[in-house]
T-cell receptor
Framework: QKEVEQNSGPLSVPEGAIASLNCTYS??????FFWYRQYSGKSPELIMF????GDKEDGRFTAQLNKASQYVSLLIRDSQPSDSATYLC????????FGAGTTVTVRA | GAVVSQHPSRVICKSGTSVKIECRSL??????MFWYRQFPKKSLMLMAT?????????EQGVEKDKFLINHASLTLSTLTVTSAHPEDSSFYIC??????????????FGPGTRLTVL
């Protein structure tokens, strides 16, 4: 079983819609959870981190964490073409483990 | 966010040569840095954890003698790919770890180095 799994995608959404990204993890002791955005040919850029159960909002982004279900998600509201990228979920237990990523395409 | 630089950004070399990649944390001291490798359309794979003043910790399957890591100062870690071969061609990304003030931590990534071995 992979440590971090993301919905495979690709995910295509119209401009202005909500993009929903999901991630599950296997290590129940994981404490830190991150969402990174990676444009093609570039390195990952941190979007959000979350440590506690519940929601965390930052601008158009909302991260949701449910440790009991070992589930973390990212919502992108009012999606823009510039949001088109691969989104990586990362979970820290002793080290940071990455999911395979979900590619999001926002259609103008 | 914090700034992490990498040099060079792109390198093309002949098979059998060695290539050194530098990773610098520009605005904070990083006791721990990480080296990742990413193949096309794949996720990041951790190669090793680099701790200042001590030996690096390599992930299973990563050859220590092939990927030499040195973390001589709190702002600089280097990765040397020795006797590079075409299968070593990849996107190498470093990151630096910095504790946050919220009881957690963040990893800031460098821009990456695209290595092509002919």
């Amino acid at each position: 079983q992979k440590e971090v799994e993301q919905n495979s995608g690709p995910l295509s959404v119209p401009e202005g819609a909500i993009a929903s990204l999901n991630c599950t993890y296997s290590d129940r002791g994981s404490q830190s959870f991150f969402w990174y955005r990676q444009y093609s040919g570039k390195s990952p850029e941190l979007i959000m981190f979350i440590y506690s159960n519940g929601d965390k909002e930052d601008g158009r982004f909302t991260a949701q964490l449910n440790k009991a279900s070992q589930y973390v998600s990212l919502l992108i509201r009012d999606s823009q073409p510039s949001d088109s990228a691969t989104y990586l979920c990362a979970v820290r237990y002793y080290k940071l483990s990455f999911g395979a990523g979900t590619t999001v395409t926002v259609r103008a | 966010g914090a700034v992490v630089s990498q040099h060079p950004s792109r390198v093309i070399c002949k098979s059998g040569t060695s290539v050194k990649i530098e990773c610098r944390s520009l605005d904070f001291q990083a006791t721990t840095m990480f080296w990742y490798r990413q193949f096309p359309k794949k996720s990041l794979m951790l190669m090793a954890t680099s701790n200042e003043g001590s030996k690096a910790t390599y992930e299973q399957g990563v050859e220590k003698d092939k990927f030499l890591i040195n973390h001589a100062s709190l702002t600089l870690s280097t990765l040397t790919v020795t006797s590079a071969h075409p299968e070593d061609s990849s996107f190498y990304i470093c990151s630096a770890y910095r504790p946050t003030g919220q009881g957690g931590d963040e990893q800031f990534f460098g821009p990456g180095t695209r290595l092509t071995v002919l």
